[in-house]
């Protein structure tokens, strides 16, 4: 790698007009190409502190070897040339959307003599006319065979067609008059492309005209007593309109626009698109991409505008008068110009905030998030996948050994209140739910993130050396002797809805009293995860020390930068944006996260409610709830006498001699201080004054 001061430019060397810059690595490859308003300004942003770069920029200014830039006249053109450029040396550090081949599209090639109608996947061809996307496939193909039977167009291959002009004889679809069987000259060539080109205009949208001409037509057989005729054309129209009707009006039928929608994370960005012709969505289309550049939902939108509209193989009737995403680009005014140019018209880039198309836009976007999570899931669930993700892992992070089981801490609270953490599980890359624990954190534990993180390790660990030895000395301010404090992801009633990644999941609950009866904590793992970077790895490898365990390996993963930490090094790994190894770790993380926020709300919930009252023995709800009817606060029931608290419905000797010596017993050891006072979940009221 060339270290960046070796191949900056001067400043002063470089203009200050807008322009397009190349980085190229040490063989002039080209490996990022980029524009900008300010050339100098631009590309002295690179040059910065390194650490002060995003990782994936920092590793681009280290593989390059040389930068060069061209001025232009504009920022339109600098738009121009930067995709020109892209598409030319197909930088690995720049954006790129990966088109979903599994989407068919309906494809009539007019280049051909005897243009063809087929369904075709993959690349695009010069020359043909292409409609859809369309999902599923079979939808397409029966839309095929239904239009054969008004416009009988070729739609065998090659080696058929020339088979059935040697012998003379047409294929099946010719006799059974789904073909006008060109090959054995019963149409010719020019008849045979207008009946393409008839094709081409229905499937564009010009049902309507086809329709009313066959009408006239079936009219017209009638009034000549031509019923078989008549009849035909009768099942013609009905075919017709069956293609027609497939396709639901979602918008005013003068409406032509492609609706683009984004779903991402840090990794990876999910693209949707509703080709919306006639009013009529006419076909679909998703791409996934890779964020090999930091950049936002602006930033992936011109980029996607430029890969999808600037294919050379694309026709201008592709580009349709609207252009609705969910957030304009930075130039969008350029952008907009530019589309025009390949439409040759105005082409309206807009973001719709109201109606029926910001409804559309919606559904396009739930699309978009379906598509992410499915491909997230896939990615997880293969083994192959999984076994990549892992091995990077161990070679990136220089283990000894395979990592089966990887353990994943993640602290919650909200300024310093509630403080949980969770502990999440995954066995050979997959989650292992029954493994999750809870924890609750108080007193000097529960200070700051790195305080908590020490003591939910060392009671995690302390749990697996009480089971293999017997118990340990307790360590930093522990509330129990080895998990007390932790609890499982189920309640008493039995109930589970935030454990594992899906709610169905069932976690066992750990006990709170003995190491003897409470549910034991699986084999050790070989990695601990912490959610946080050097001073939360720092925290945890104390605490692992501490407890003498030497065997288990700690990294912390920043979420900032997603950058990997490790307790003995001042620098972090960095690991490929694109890399399987980060999206598991990614994910483990995400999943501790989510599993935490979870305990932290229903603790919050519960503490928000939490009285004095709760610690009296003996005191259920109905009667906590009229001695406050009766009294109006904690602090007037606490000042009751014995005989003002008997008066209450309910409430005799021994409980009201129970109550004022529990609250008095409160006051003096100071615990009220840290109870929140009652509060009426319904109207805010507070109870307890």
Same mark, same amino acid.
């Given at each position: ?17 807008p ?6 690595d ?21 040059f ?5 770069l995003?990782?994936?920029?920092r590793?681009?200014?280290f593989?390059a ?10 920022? #339109? ?5 930067e ?17 979903d ?9 007019m280049?051909?003599k005897?243009?063809r ?10 020359d ?11 939808a397409?193909?029966? /839309?095929?065979?239904?239009l ?6 070729r &739609? ?7 088979r ?10 010719g006799?059974?008059d ?5 090959c ?13 080109a ?5 499937m564009?949208?010009?049902? &309507?005209?086809?329709i ?5 037509r ?6 000549e ?10 099942d013609d129209i009905?075919a017709l ?5 497939? $396709?639901?009006?979602v ?5 032509d ?8 994370d840090e %990794? ?19 791409w996934?991409?890779? +964020? ?21 193989s694309?026709? $201008?009737?592709?580009?349709?008068r609207?252009?609705?995403?969910p957030? #304009? ?5 350029e952008?907009?110009?530019?589309l ?5 018209a ?9 109606g ?7 559904t ?8 992410l999570?499915l ?5 997880a ?17 220089? #283990? ?11 602290i919650s609270? @909200? ?8 502990m ?7 989650p ?5 624990r809870?924890?609750?954190? /108080? ?6 993130? /790195? ?5 939910v ?45 899906n709610s169905?999941?069932? @976690? !066992? ?18 990695l601990?995860v ?13 605490? %692992? ?7 288990v390996f700690?990294?912390?993963?920043a ?5 990997v930490?490790l307790?003995d090094?001042d620098?972090p790994?960095?690991?490929?944006r694109?890399?399987e ?13 989510r ?18 009252l709760?610690?009296?023995?003996g ?15 904690? +602090? ?7 005989a003002?608290l ?7 000797p ?12 409160? @006051? ?5 201080a840290a109870?929140? !006072? ?12």
């Amino acid at each position: 790698m060339a270290d960046p001061r070796s191949y900056r430019p001067q400043t002063g060397e470089i203009p200050v007009d807008p322009g397009v810059y190349r980085f190229r690595d040490e063989h002039s490859r080209v490996v990022y190409v980029g524009k900008a308003k300010n050339l100098r300004s631009r590309l002295n942003s690179y040059f910065a502190n390194p650490q002060g770069l995003l990782p994936r920029t920092r590793a681009m200014v280290f593989t390059a070897a040389s930068v060069e830039w061209t001025v232009v006249g504009s920022e #339109l053109e600098a738009l121009q040339l930067e995709y020109t450029w892209i598409k030319e040396f197909n930088p690995r550090f720049n954006v790129m959307f990966r088109d979903d081949k599994s989407y068919p599209y309906l494809a009539v090639t007019m280049g051909e003599k005897y243009p063809r109608v087929q369904v075709m996947r993959g690349d695009r061809r010069k020359d043909t006319r292409y409609f859809g996307p369309f999902y599923p496939a079979k939808a397409i193909r029966e /839309t095929v065979d239904t239009l054969l039977r008004v416009f009988p167009v070729r &739609t065998c291959s090659s080696g058929v067609f020339k088979r059935a002009e040697r012998t003379g004889r047409p294929c099946l679809l010719g006799y059974i008059d789904k073909c006008s069987a060109p090959c054995v000259g019963r149409i010719s060539p020019e008849e045979h492309r207008d009946l393409a080109a008839q094709f081409c205009d229905f499937m564009g949208g010009q049902a &309507t005209r086809f329709i009313v001409d066959l009408e006239k037509r079936m009219a017209a057989a009638v009034a000549e007593l031509d019923y078989e005729s008549a009849a035909r054309t009768r099942d013609d129209i009905a075919a017709l309109k069956r293609v027609f009707e497939r $396709n639901t009006v979602v918008l005013s039928e003068d409406t032509d626009a492609d609706i683009f929608a984004l779903k991402e994370d840090e %990794l990876e960005a999910a693209v949707q698109v509703f080709h919306v012709r006639g009013g009529r969505i006419r076909g679909q289309r998703g791409w996934m991409v890779e +964020k090999v550049e930091d950049m936002g939902t602006a930033d992936l939108v011109e980029h996607l505008l430029q890969q999808v509209y600037g294919d050379g193989s694309s026709s $201008n009737n592709q580009i349709p008068r609207e252009v609705l995403v969910p957030e #304009l680009p930075s130039n969008a005014d350029e952008m907009s110009v530019w589309l025009a140019g390949l439409r040759g018209a105005r082409v309206d880039l807009r973001v719709p905030r109201r109606g029926d198309k910001a409804t559309l836009l919606g559904t396009v976007e739930q699309n978009a998030a379906d598509a992410l999570r499915l491909h997230k899931s896939r990615r997880a669930g293969d083994l192959t996948t999984r076994s990549a993700a892992l091995q990077e892992l161990q070679e990136a992070l220089d #283990l000894p050994q395979p990592l089966m089981r990887i353990e994943c801490f993640d602290i919650s609270h @909200v300024q310093g209140t509630n403080v949980v953490a969770s502990m999440v599980v995954v066995e050979d890359g997959l989650p292992r739910k029954a493994d999750y624990r809870r924890f609750s954190i /108080t007193g000097d534990a529960a200070r700051d993130d /790195t305080a908590s993180m020490y003591d939910v390790i060392q009671r995690r660990f302390r749990n697996y050396l009480a089971e293999k030895t017997g118990p340990v000395p307790q360590g930093m301010n522990s509330e129990d002797d080895g998990g007390g404090n932790s609890s499982g992801s189920g309640d008493s009633s039995g109930s589970n809805n935030n454990a594992g990644i899906n709610s169905g999941a069932t @976690v !066992p609950r750990a006990d709170t009293t003995t190491a003897t009866t409470r549910q034991k904590f699986a084999y050790p793992p070989n990695l601990v995860v912490v959610d946080g970077g050097q001073p939360q790895v720092h925290a945890a490898a104390r605490a %692992l020390k501490d407890l003498g365990i030497d065997d288990v390996f700690v990294i912390g993963l920043a979420k900032r930068l997603e950058e990997v930490w490790l307790p003995d090094s001042d620098f972090p790994v960095i690991l490929p944006r694109a890399s399987e190894g980060l999206f598991l770790l990614q994910r483990i993380r995400d999943e501790a996260h989510r599993f935490a926020i979870a305990f932290h709300r229903q603790k919050r919930g519960k503490s928000m409610t939490a009285s004095a009252l709760d610690s009296v023995p003996g005191l259920g709800p109905s009667k906590k709830k009229s001695l406050l009817a009766h009294f109006g606060s904690v +602090k007037k029931i606490r000042a009751a006498s014995l005989a003002e608290l008997q008066a209450v419905p309910g409430v005799g000797p021994s409980l009201a001699e129970t109550l004022q010596r529990t609250l008095a017993l409160a @006051v003096t050891d100071g615990s009220t201080a840290a109870v929140a !006072p009652a509060v009426n979940m319904a109207t805010g009221e507070i109870l307890d004054s």
